[in-house]
């Protein structure tokens, strides 16, 4: 059982940063795959970035070249750099881990989810 606390969220104006961070319980979190998906009121989840147990990253096409995902396995900590914020980054972002190596787009190949913070980006 792996559970996740999201945090680092906020209220940004375009073209700020913020780093969002997940904090997982257990001991087994460098055997978890990682990923930060986003939801938008209105709008399915998406994937935005992925890490796997040996950190190789995937990143949306949206993101890349804006967001970084990193991990800690000291620290049993996930993180996401949000850099030059869009409007259109708006939304809830969502940890999730997977038992495994492969980064996988879909929500249903997660087992474990955070609560989700909210990411508010003003024009």
């Known amino acids: 059982q792996v559970q996740l606390v999201e945090s680092g969220g906020g209220l940004v104006q375009a073209g700020g940063s913020l780093r969002l961070s997940c904090a997982a319980s257990?001991?087994?979190?460098?055997?978890?795959?990682m990923g930060w998906f986003r939801q938008a009121p209105g709008k399915e989840r998406d994937i935005v970035a992925g890490?796997?147990?040996?950190?190789?990253?995937y990143y949306a096409d949206s993101v890349k070249g804006r967001f970084t995902i990193s991990r800690d396995n000291a620290l049993n900590t996930v993180y996401l750099q949000i850099n030059s914020l869009e409007p259109e980054d708006t939304a809830v972002y969502y940890c999730?881990?997977?038992?495994?190596?492969?980064?996988?787009?879909?929500?249903?190949?997660?087992?474990?989810w955070g609560q989700g913070t909210q990411v508010t980006v003003s024009s």
């Open positions: 257990g001991r087994t979190f460098n055997s978890y795959t």
């Open positions: 890490i796997s147990v040996d950190s190789r990253s």
């Open positions: 999730a881990a997977r038992s495994g190596s492969l980064i996988y787009s879909q929500t249903s190949r997660y087992d474990y």
